[in-house]
């Protein structure tokens, strides 16, 4: 067990400023991924998740960069 105790031995005064933004980084995403899971894995919202399942496949002619009058 003292081998897998070393492995996952982290030296803190050793991390550099990159480290240090790349496990902040990391954990904020984690949290995040679990919150969106959460979310979209509950029951209660499946009725207002399923409503909107069509929004990417919707066209919207105000921002699609096609105008009617430029002949």
Same mark, same amino acid.
């Given at each position: 067990?003292?081998?897998?105790?070393?492995? @996952?031995?982290?030296?803190?005064?050793?991390?550099?400023?990159?480290?240090? !933004?790349?496990? !902040?980084?990391?954990?904020?995403?984690f949290a995040l991924?679990?919150?969106?899971? @959460?979310?979209? @894995? %509950?029951?209660?919202?499946?009725? %207002?998740?399923?409503?909107?399942?069509?929004?990417? @496949?919707?066209?919207?002619?105000?921002?699609?960069?096609?105008?009617?009058?430029g002949k």
């Amino acid at each position: 067990m003292s081998s897998l105790a070393e492995y @996952f031995e982290t030296d803190w005064q050793a991390m550099t400023v990159n480290d240090w !933004i790349g496990t !902040i980084v990391t954990v904020v995403v984690f949290a995040l991924m679990v919150v969106a899971y @959460f979310q979209v @894995f %509950r029951p209660k919202n499946r009725d %207002r998740l399923e409503a909107k399942k069509h929004i990417p @496949f919707e066209e919207d002619s105000e921002n699609s960069g096609e105008r009617d009058g430029g002949k």
